[in-house]
T-cell receptor, first 110, second 116 residues
């Protein structure tokens, strides 16, 4: 089957760095997405990886290792507004639909 | 102005009633999706449409139907609502694109549905 695993919850301190991991098993691979979702709101796109390596966007970076079926989202200089759920989604090969993880709920404390 | 809009934003209905949730987009995307989100269950795909004449069932289509009235409009109907259809419903769109990044999905603000 096709599966995505993420930790359910994480806690971090304002100003710190946190890494949210995502592992996947899919039939083929055509890209991995990270989304941010604040409580009661819509998911918003953060990043996309299709090749191995690190993609940096300001305070957020995303890493991919296709051979290991592994990605992480790195959040630096954490702010209170980063408290949200972070969703990992994979587009399998020859498939029209994204496979979604259940999300990691991140709480940033003062 | 929002690129993907959903109406209504909140709806309370009774068991057995038929209701329709509507989605409109101004992004010019060909592909549209309906998801529901329940606590602990994540996003689950109900139906998706890759163009006006293409409608496909997702993983949980039972009890739902859809209509793609135009490129910009995709409606979800609950023919006879039941309490376990209480959830947060999202519409999303994506471009056709050959490159994976162009298939990024963009979500509407959601419709919170309560079935009594």
């Amino acid at each position: 089957g096709q599966n995505i695993d993420q930790p359910t919850e994480m806690t971090a301190t304002e100003g710190a760095i946190v890494q949210i991991n995502c592992t996947y098993q899919t039939s083929g691979f055509n890209g991995l997405f990270w989304y941010q979702q604040h409580a009661g709101e819509a998911p918003t796109f953060l990043s996309y990886n299709v090749l191995d390596g690190l993609e940096e966007k300001g305070r957020f970076s995303s890493f991919l290792s296709r051979s290991k079926g592994y990605s992480y989202l790195l959040l630096k200089e954490l702010q209170m507004k980063d408290s949200a759920s972070y969703l990992c989604a994979v587009k399998p090969g020859n498939n029209r639909k994204l496979i979604w993880g259940l999300g990691t709920s991140l709480a940033v404390n003062p | 102005d929002a690129d993907v809009t959903q109406t209504p934003r909140n709806r309370i209905t009774k068991t057995g009633k038929r209701i329709m949730l509507e989605c409109s987009q101004t992004k010019g995307h060909d592909r549209m999706y309906w998801y529901r989100q329940d606590p602990g269950l994540g996003l689950r795909l109900i139906y998706y449409s890759f163009d006006v004449k293409d409608i496909n069932k997702g993983e949980i289509s039972d009890g739902y139907s859809v209509s793609r009235q135009a490129q910009a409009k995709f409606s979800l109907s609950l023919e006879s609502a039941i309490p376990n259809q209480t959830a947060l419903y999202f519409c999303a769109t994506s471009d056709r694109g050959l490159a994976g990044a162009q298939e990024t999905q963009y979500f509407g603000p959601g419709t919170r549905l309560l079935v009594l």
